[in-house]
């Protein structure tokens, strides 16, 4: 059975011989994708996770969570987004149709 390598003495500060391994071993990548700490761009085009992105972001670099605020502000869709004026002539329909023919009586309570 062997022993685990020494990492730290009774007072648990780092062996020195570990710690000198730790720190030969920390400037080498293991690929050339490993070198780079962040991406070189966007990876999705979906506007969504964009701004999701945006968010993780600005949270972990600032400390504080800024989502909340933007999920809170105001965006044309609350209000209902761009509204089409139009005149009641060309929202309401004039005349019959095959469900509303002349003649028809009216019903007490609607059956469909």
Do not use: C, W
């Not at 996770?49 to 605020?69: F, H, K, P, R, Y």
């Amino acid at each position: 059975m062997t022993t685990p390598p020494r990492r730290r003495d009774a007072t648990g500060h780092l062996d020195p011989e570990y710690e000198a391994k730790l720190r030969a071993e920390s400037g080498h990548a293991r690929s050339a994708e490993d070198a780079h700490a962040f991406l070189g761009g966007p990876r999705s085009k979906d506007a969504l996770s964009e701004q999701l992105g945006e968010e993780v972001i600005q949270t972990a670099t600032s400390g504080e969570d800024v989502a909340e605020d933007i999920f809170n502000q105001t965006v044309p869709e609350d209000t209902g987004g761009p509204f089409v004026e139009t005149t009641g002539k060309t929202e309401f329909a004039h005349g019959t149709d095959a469900s509303n023919i002349k003649g028809a009586t009216r019903e007490p309570f609607p059956k469909t």
